[in-house]
Each structure stands twice: as C-alpha cells, then as structure tokens.
C-alpha cells in the first residue's frame, strides 16, 4: 500500500499502480468528471500517470492554470484530427497550450480561409460528439521515428530525432488520430464543448526564418459556452481598445516604414510621456533615489564582462567605432556598474539607490513587432540598488512598496510571480539560493500571495514579476525586481564594511513601469484613450458658440494657461455641435461652452466627459476644481 496526501491534507492508502484519474473518482465522481490532469510531488502528470510511492497530489480542473492548459491542448488535438479527416494530405507539426488558448502548426500547400476554419470547427463538434477515448502509449526511438515515417509526418520525425537519447517518447491516439505527444491530456474528447477557432497566422518551422513558413492555426477553448462568449465579448471590446487606432486618431504617435519597432512620439504623445517621467522623478526622489544617464552604445569588452555578450548577443545591435565593436546597450546594468566604481563607497553609503531612464535597443523580429507593446527601442525606468546583504529584505520591500503605489494609482489590480534559475545562467549555486531566498523571503514578510514560474529568471539572478490587470480584465507584465549577486563579482564592485574590510555589494535591477513607451500603450487600452485630467494632452477645450464670443473665450484660455491647465481654443467658424462632438472623440475631460449668457454671468458653461452638462460655474471654482484633480493626479 502507498500513502497518498490530498491537497487538504488528508491521506488515503492505495494500491501501487493506481492512476491519478482513479484517485480523482475515489474522491469524488463529480471532481473526476471535471478532472484535467493531476500534480504529484508539484510536477504535473497526465490522468493515466500512475502512482507506485508515497507522495502528494493535487488533482487541477479547468480552474487551475496547470488544468486549462491540459484542457486546451486537448482542443488543439480535437481541432489537428478534424483537419486531418477534412484535408489528408496536411502535415502536422507542433500544437501546445498558450495564455487564453492554443494553437497547431501545419503544413499545407495553400492557408486555410475563413470559411476552412467554419468546416473545421463542425468537424471538431462531431470529434467531441463523439467522446473519443484518449490512449497514450509509448514506443522505442526507431519505432517511433518509422511509425511517424509510415504516417508521411516528416516535422513529427524530426522532433523524435532531435530529443535526448534517454528520452520517453510518448503520444496520444483518439480514434483515427494518433499524435506524438508528451501530454497531458483529458481522458476523452466529450468535455471540449465550448471552443472558438480566432485566427490563421504564418510561422516558420521551430520559429527560424530560415525555415519553411508553416500555418498556425490560434483557438481558444472553455468548459461553459458562456465563460466562451465573455471571453468573445473581452476580446471585441479590446479591438475598440486598440492602442495603434487611439494613439492615431489621438496623435499620440505615429509607426513608419521607415523605422519598424521604432515609434514617433507626436507632440500629444509627448506630453503624457513627460508627464510619467516627471511622475517617475517624483516619487523616486521621495523614495531616496538619484538619477544617472549612462552611454546608449558602449564597447564590447564591458558587454563580455556583464556577460550580455555570452547570454544576449542575438538581440543586440552592434556597430564598430574606430575599429572597435561596440553594443548599443539593450540593458542599463553594465553602465550602472560603473557609475557605482566611481568611487570608493563604505557601508554608511549603502543603500545606494541609483535611478536611470536609459533610453535602450533590442532586436526584436519583425513578426514580433506590435506597437507600443512589443518595439525595438524604448525607454526603460530603471534603478540599481546597491545593498549590504543584511539590507536585502528592507529595500526589496521598499520596492514592492513603490510599485503598488504605482499600479493603485492608475487602479491596476496587480498579482505576483517568482522566477527562479534558468537554464542559461551564470553565477554560483550559492549565490542562486542566497538571492532566491532573498526574493521568497522579503514577499512572505510582506504576507503576498505569489506564484512560483520555475526556470523564469533572468540569466543572472532571480526575479520577482508584477502582473498587473486592466479595466477589461487582461494581465500584462510591467514591473520586475531581480536580484542579482553576479555582475558585483563580474565588475569587482566593494565597499569598505565596518571592519574596514572590503566586500562585495549586493545588487537589484528594478523597473516600475518596465518601458515607458509600452506602459503608454496599456493605459491607452486601460483608459480607452480617456486619460485622467492630470494625464490627459489637452485637459480642457474652450468652445465659444459664435465668432462674437471669441475674444471672452480667448481670455478664459489665457487664465487657464497662466495656472498651467493644458487648453485648447476652438476658435473655427463651425457649429457648436460639431465642436462638441470633435471634442468628445478627442476624449478631452473638460468643455468650457462660452456663449451670451455665459458673458452676461461673468461664467462659462462645463460639460465634462464623465458628467455630461454640468451647468454654470465661475471660472475660478472651475480651476480650483481641476487643479486639484491635477495636484492628486485623480484617475
């Protein structure tokens, strides 16, 4: 007998060889009904997966993230068997769970259309219609590479031939459709009922250009038709969203030929970036911090010594000065470590909080691109924060600290994730468990929830992400706190301790908005282009009804702009009606309607974008009103 523990504790006996599908229905039939696949021991297994020792196991429906990703890569299944009863001759390729859905690549002489993509989704109704039992089974490496051989799957051979020696080559038959998989999978095709095949992309073969473009086929999957059509409804309402429509319709920025990934700020654009940086500088110089500006293009030597060069070169632009290879730096860090060996520094200095809003460069692929969001050059608010390592836990709480302030401002809801070594690292175990710990132990203090993403961090030393939330329900990753205990070694950094002895700093890497440009880009989304007043490019448009009202609505606009209120006078020969509405598209916060009984009053007429018609108002209660939104920066 073997000793399993539940998730709520409890401990069963079984026999050995019992599957973790048999566990779920010993439970409850209910919970093996909507049971996607299990954790043992926390590593996810598939519902046949069977169990010969004593451990732990959480059985995940559709309500964990470990669950819908089962779930998901089901449907991607369920959609590559109808394509091969509907059109034969295609090549499978690759088909895995993705944020929100999943996707297959296939190859196929021409794209699938539209109206392919209707035929598929039937096909795939009768697949689930039809409760299809999943089977996995195993096969040596030269059976499995002649079986998929026979099958005329020639991407499916080459993944077999491409995996380590030792590896268990596993796949999944479901009817007529056999698939070489690692899983997990459901137990049959009958829970995949509410799915929605979005789009037909190109992508090359294993993401190399060099590669065949392949067709990539994006769906989404849910177990309830109305949690499908919420999300449906999500997805309509973020196209309306759409940062590249608004920034344009707005002149916010503009995105050229002439420079792909690289965006012109417009003057709109401007103000609401200089008005986060002077944000940015604000509430760092409360927080203790000062600011540098380090060099955009240094030469290759300091990139090999931060070890960028090693870990980072493909998204790096070089160019050679004086017969010298240069980087344009796609990171701050290396500059900071010099800015610190300026000086000799003792423990008294420590912490040193070092500021940045380094302007950088990374080479992303064309195919990559989307605008503010994913861009090839943008500026990144960063800090450096040197530290003893007994001031580990205070100053990583400081930052947490600094950063909630940030998202509840704008009224982000925000959830944490912990991200440990990767593969591709440099840097002792030691000092891996040291900072790792450092990260675990600061978000305990605090009392966060967090979630660990295994093998996430970045290449020298681990991290701590902030998935912030928007108004319509989407996360994006903006703010990151890594500790890093290697580039100090790397570039011998030390402080004089109280002994007089000299020792190595500890170092954290720290952005809150994570890019500028892209943080724009989700509070435009965020927003819906309605930015708060203290945000907003023009805050208030004076709208005289007539020509005669001119010169009253001049002198409004005067006294607005002497207390430094951004203001617009519409001043053209056109209907008042037409102002308005030009006005309300502009998202502008505030209209000031100037006409006769306004003048006769001493008053002007407020209409604002939330209230509507608002009445009259003396023009000094207006600014104090505004001033004070402003001066709270009210979102």
């Known amino acids: 007998m073997i000793k399993v523990t539940l998730k709520d504790g409890i401990v069963k006996e079984y026999n050995e060889g019992i599957s973790v599908y048999e566990i779920a229905k010993d439970i409850s039939e209910g919970l093996a009904r909507n049971a996607c696949c299990g954790l043992v021991n926390g590593e996810v297994q598939d519902l046949r997966y069977t169990v010969n020792e004593d451990c732990k196991i959480e059985i995940c429906t559709f309500d964990t993230p470990e669950g819908k990703r089962a779930f998901r890569h089901t449907a991607s299944h369920v959609m590559a068997q109808a394509i091969k009863r509907l059109y034969p001759e295609t090549k499978l390729a690759i088909g895995p769970s993705i944020d929100d859905g999943f996707y297959y690549d296939f190859d196929r002489e ?20 039809e409760d299809i039992p999943l089977e996995r089974f195993e096969l040596p490496r030269a059976e499995a590479i002649k079986f998929m051989q026979e099958k005329e799957e020639p991407y499916k051979v080459q993944l077999i031939e491409d995996l380590p020696e030792d590896a268990v080559i596993s796949f999944y038959k479901q009817g007529d459709f056999t698939d070489l998989c690692a899983g997990p999978h459901l137990m049959s095709t009958k829970p995949i009922k509410a799915f929605k095949l979005m789009s037909v992309a190109g992508a090359y073969w294993r993401g190399n250009e060099k590669n065949k473009m392949l067709s990539r086929i994006y769906g989404t999957a849910y177990t309830k038709a109305a949690d499908l059509d919420a999300y449906l409804t999500m997805l309509e309402e973020a196209r309306k969203r759409d940062h590249r429509k608004i920034g344009k319709e707005l002149k916010l920025f503009a995105l050229l ?6 965006p012109f700020f417009l003057p709109n654009g401007m103000i609401i970036k200089n008005t986060l940086i002077d944000y940015w500088r604000e509430i760092h110089r409360k927080a203790g911090y000062v600011e540098v500006q380090t060099p955009i293009i240094l030469n290759r030597q300091l990139w090999e010594r931060s070890g960028h060069w090693d870990h980072y070169k493909e998204n790096m632009y070089t160019t050679v000065i004086d017969d010298v290879e240069h980087a344009i730096k796609p990171m701050n860090c290396p500059g900071g470590m010099l800015v610190y060996k300026q000086e000799m520094h003792s423990y008294k200095d420590l912490p040193l909080r070092v500021g940045e809003l380094g302007i950088v460069h990374r080479h992303e692929k064309s195919g990559q691109l989307h605008g503010l969001m994913r861009v090839r050059c943008f500026t990144q ?21 600094l950063i909630d302030s940030v998202y509840k401002l704008f ?7 912990l991200s440990t070594r990767p593969e591709d690292s440099m840097g002792s175990d030691e000092a891996w468990e040291m900072a790792t710990e450092g990260l675990r132990g600061a978000l305990e203090d605090m009392g966060m929830d967090y979630v660990v993403n295994e093998g996430d961090g970045a290449f020298y030393g681990p991290k701590i992400d902030f998935h912030l939330q928007d108004s319509i329900g989407r996360t994006w990753q903006c703010g990151t706190i890594q500790l890093d205990m290697n580039l100090p070694e790397r570039f011998e950094l030390e402080y004089v301790d109280k002994d007089g002895t000299k020792k190595r700093p500890v170092m954290i890497h720290r952005v809150c908005f994570g890019s500028i440009e892209r943080f724009i880009g989700i509070l ?3 927003f819906a282009g309605m930015f708060p007043t203290w945000l907003a490019p023009v805050q208030v448009k004076v709208l005289p009804i007539s020509e005669k009202f001119v010169d009253y609505a001049e002198g409004i606009k005067e006294q607005l702009e002497e207390r430094g209120i951004r203001v617009e006078l519409d ?3 056109e209907k008042i009606g037409f102002k308005i509405r030009e006005a309300r598209n502009e998202r502008v916060p505030y209209m000031l309607i100037v006409g006769e009984k306004d003048i006769e009053a001493g008053k002007v007429s407020v209409r604002s974008r939330a209230n509507g018609e608002e009445g009259q108002a003396d023009l000094s209660e207006f600014i104090a009103r505004i001033e004070e939104e402003i001066k709270t920066r009210k979102c």
Request: proline share 2%; aromatic share 8%; glycine share 6%.
């Open 571 to 573: 001043d053209r020969d």
């Open 257 to 262: 030929d002439e420079g792909q990934g690289f």
């Open 110 to 129: 021409k794209a699938f259309t539209h109206e392919e993509l209707e035929a598929i989704e039937k096909e795939m109704k009768k697949i689930v219609k």
């Open 381 to 401: 608010d960063d800090a450096h924060i040197f530290m003893t390592p007994e001031q580990i836990r205070s100053e990583i709480k400081g930052v947490v600290e």
């Open 411 to 417: 009224g982000f809801k925000y959830h944490v994730e």
């Open 524 to 526: 435009i989304e965020h």
